[in-house]
């Protein structure tokens, strides 16, 4: 880290007691956050700045969720890409197309990119076993789904620079965990020339779920360490969120600016301190979230 590179503390906003919260996804039609707790089989949301908290029973364990341009989400499942409503207070899914994954095999972290795709992760049943990678899929225009590639065995991290020119993926195993960057071409979605960003060793902590502000620079939660880097486009962080549990799963921005941090946690093996969701107001501003787009 910058010798002198501002630390900020973040504060627990609400105690959902997540076993995993992931994927926070700011509406600000609503000034509302979503996000899901994947083993628990719930969905969250709460509005801000008044915290009003509510939750949602899920039929199945969902990975990720990312914002539709007529206020659904989308989402990636044990079943592979799924439409994800709310009505009168319940959870419906639709499902389209694949992708068809093996049996224990399960979509991961996700997120859009700016063109509207949505995109996620394979993960295996044990993710430990030789040969258990998963790789990238995306669903975009016409539910038209096609692989990607990349070869992951807990695939995080997904961010795309402001311009649309690289795309970040991060592989939170603890067997090796790092941060991949590749050359990113927007209107094909093809993705080459991948290099190490970061690794565990730069990071103090696992690489999980991230963010991209308006600077082009890349906000990683370090998970085992208890803290959120801002990373620069050339690989230097130069500032940190700090918060009282060790493991934050992901980061996004909130607020009219889009410069408070929204930051969910985890339980360690489900009974360790965290699970709850935190904010903290930055000099730094988001990017606003780009919506699913199927046609």
Not at 22 to 42: L, M, Q
Not at 202 to 225: E, F, H, M, N, Q
Request: glycine share 12%.
């Amino acid at each position: 880290m910058t010798l002198g590179s501002p630390v900020f503390v973040a504060e627990r906003i609400a105690r959902p007691g997540c076993t995993i919260a992931e994927t926070p996804v700011w509406e600000p039609e609503h000034s509302r956050i979503t996000w899901i707790d994947s083993p628990g089989s719930s969905l969250y949301r709460i509005t801000y700045p008044d915290a009003l908290l509510e939750r949602f029973d899920l039929p199945m364990r969902v990975g990720a969720i990312a914002s539709t341009m007529d206020g659904d989400f989308i989402a990636s499942t044990d079943r592979g890409f799924a439409r994800l409503s709310i009505v009168d207070g319940q959870v419906e899914f639709e499902f389209g197309a694949g992708p068809d994954l093996g049996p224990g095999w399960r979509m991961n972290d996700g997120a859009c990119d700016r063109q509207g795709r949505f995109w996620s992760g394979s993960m295996a049943p044990d993710t430990s076993a030789p040969g258990a990678f998963g790789t990238l899929f995306s669903i975009g225009a016409h539910n038209e789904v096609v692989q990607r590639g990349g070869r992951f065995r807990s695939q995080n991290g997904l961010a795309w620079s402001p311009d649309s020119t690289s795309i970040y993926v991060s592989d939170s195993n603890p067997l090796n965990p790092y941060v991949q960057v590749y050359d990113f071409d927007p209107v094909s979605g093809n993705f080459t020339n991948g290099r190490l960003f970061a690794d565990k060793a730069t990071l103090g902590g696992r690489p999980d779920g991230a963010a991209i502000d308006v600077d082009g620079c890349y906000w990683i939660a370090a998970s085992d360490s208890g803290r959120l880097l801002r990373m620069t486009p050339n690989g230097e962080i130069d500032a940190e969120i700090r918060i009282d549990v060790p493991n934050p799963t992901n980061i996004c921005f909130i607020g009219s600016d889009l410069k408070t941090a929204f930051i969910t946690t985890l339980r360690a093996d489900g009974v360790g301190p965290g699970g709850d969701v935190y904010v903290v107001d930055l000099p730094y501003q988001g990017l606003a979230e780009p919506h699913y787009r199927a046609g």
